[in-house]
């Protein structure tokens, strides 16, 4: 079965660092593209970035350059989301996608499945 | 940036209703549209990609059309699992922005 399995929930303090995981099960992790999403609580989905483990190749949304980093290891099939210091504000759920793609009527398509159940990082003094 | 805006942003409906949200780029995306269905305390589930094709194993109620600009998600007949978030994305960027979101409520 193809599923990704993240780590589980955090409690952190303002300023402290954090790394959360995502394990890929069942496919070959080198030959898709995970991304990372947010969920505030009680809100919609942002997009954070995405990562090509096999040459770890990076791409960031805007509004996430530089405010967390995007990482894998594909010799354990992972990829991870870390911060080097967090805020009450990185408070959400996060979750990890895999990017399947392909073409359809000339155009070379991609979507997110299947996704992370989800980790949940408290940020709170 | 591409914006994308859904409409509407929450719904009341019962059992066996038809409906349709509405999700419109600020930009031409072709077809690089994908569906979400999100329930709560879940995560998201694709529904649809490429603005019209169904994801193997979601029900066939389900359907998307669309392109350019303007696109659909049709639920045929309101099944009671149904009862959830909807949220479209476009794949057209690496920014993959995510509309915000439908949430259908029992009436």
């Known amino acids: 079965e193809v599923q990704l399995v993240q780590s589980g929930a955090e409690v952190k303090k303002p300023g402290e660092s954090l790394k959360i995981s995502c394990k890929g099960y069942g496919f070959s992790f080198t030959e898709y593209w995970i991304g990372w999403a947010r969920q505030k609580p009680g809100k919609g989905l942002e997009w954070m970035g995405i990562i090509f483990p096999r040459d770890s190749d990076t791409r960031y949304s805007p509004s996430f350059q530089g405010q967390v980093i995007i990482s894998a290891d594909k010799s354990i099939s992972t990829a991870y989301l870390q911060w080097s210091s967090l805020k009450a504000s990185d408070t959400a759920m996060y979750y990890c996608?895999?990017?399947?793609?392909?073409?359809?009527?000339?155009?070379?398509?991609?979507?997110?499945?299947?996704w992370g159940q989800g980790t949940l990082v408290t940020v709170s003094s | 940036d591409i914006q994308m805006t859904q409409s509407p942003s929450s719904l009341s409906v019962s059992v066996g209703d038809r409906l349709t949200i509405t999700c419109r780029a600020s930009?031409?995306?072709?077809?690089?549209l994908n569906w979400y269905q999100q329930q709560s305390g879940k995560a998201p589930k694709l529904l649809i990609y490429?603005?019209?094709i169904l994801q193997s194993g979601v029900p066939s109620r389900f359907s998307g059309s669309g392109s350019g600009t303007e696109f659909t998600l049709t639920i045929s007949s309101l099944q009671p699992e149904d009862f959830a978030s909807y949220y479209c994305q476009e794949s057209y960027t690496t920014s993959y922005t995510f509309g915000q979101g439908t949430v259908l409520e029992i009436k």
């Open positions: 996608a895999r990017r399947p793609s392909g073409w359809n009527n000339g155009y070379f398509v991609n979507w997110f499945d299947p």
């Open positions: 930009q031409n995306i072709n077809t690089y």
């Open positions: 490429a603005a019209s």
